[in-house]
């Protein structure tokens, strides 16, 4: 079965850190370009990230340039979205997406409250 | 980053067909903006509908179609169902690699 977990969502205080990890399964995770998108609740869907197939490049929204990086370790089929300087702005479900935005995840709640 | 605009909110009577509207503020649609149409009920993830202007996965209902109209992208369904009830997003690809979704568009069956 073609599945993509998230987990590492949570509470965290703005300015804060937080690490998503998305470990995918049934698929050739290796050959495909892989995506991350969130929603803020009630809200809609934003592209946030996108890496290509074997990491070497890689393009953010504007909105979390140089806050987020997005990486993959092939090997461990997982990728992974680093989150630094957390704004309240940035508490939103995320989704993890591959290839042509035909595999998402079931999303993880990441909450950026003091 | 260019803005993808749709439709607030549509109405559709069951078994009607309604067609939703994605359009760029940088112009005209076309086919290199590589469309994308995603539905998304309440508490589920968003699945695709449409990719590539008007291509369908295995899972995507015959009653739903894809294809350029009048500068957007654009999604039609043909008679529809109660379960058809969601909001429907776009996505458009642009240059670098950084693509935009519309604001989503709410349709209702009644």
């Known amino acids: 079965e073609v599945q993509l977990v998230e987990s590492g969502g949570g509470l965290v205080q703005p300015g804060g850190s937080l690490r998503l990890s998305c470990a995918a399964s049934g698929f050739t995770f290796s050959s495909y370009w892989m995506h991350w998108v969130r929603q803020a609740p009630g809200k809609g869907l934003v592209w946030v990230s996108r890496i290509n197939s074997d990491g070497s490049s890689t393009s953010y929204a504007d909105s979390v340039k140089g806050r987020f990086t997005i990486s993959r370790d092939n090997a461990k089929n997982t990728l992974y979205l680093q989150m630094n300087s957390l704004r309240a702005e940035d508490t939103a479900v995320y989704y993890c997406?591959?290839?042509?935005?035909?595999?998402w995840g079931q999303g993880t709640m990441v909450t950026v409250s003091s | 980053q260019a803005v993808v605009t749709q439709e607030p909110s549509l109405t559709v009577s069951p078994g009607g067909t309604v067609t939703l509207t994605c359009g760029s503020s940088?112009?005209?649609?076309?086919?290199?903006?590589?469309p994308y149409w995603f539905q998304q009920k309440p508490g589920q993830a968003p699945r695709t509908l449409i990719y590539d202007t008007s291509n369908k996965h295995s899972w995507t209902p015959a009653r739903f179609s894809g294809s350029l109209l009048g500068g957007k992208a654009a999604l039609t369904l043909s008679g529809a169902q109660p379960e058809d009830e969601a909001e429907y997003y776009c996505?458009?690809?642009?240059?670098?690699?950084?693509?935009?979704f519309g604001g989503g568009t709410k349709l209702t069956v009644l």
């Open positions: 996505l458009l690809s642009y240059s670098g690699a950084r693509p935009g």
């Open positions: 940088t112009g005209a649609v076309t086919s290199g903006h590589y």
């Open positions: 997406v591959g290839g042509a935005f035909d595999i």
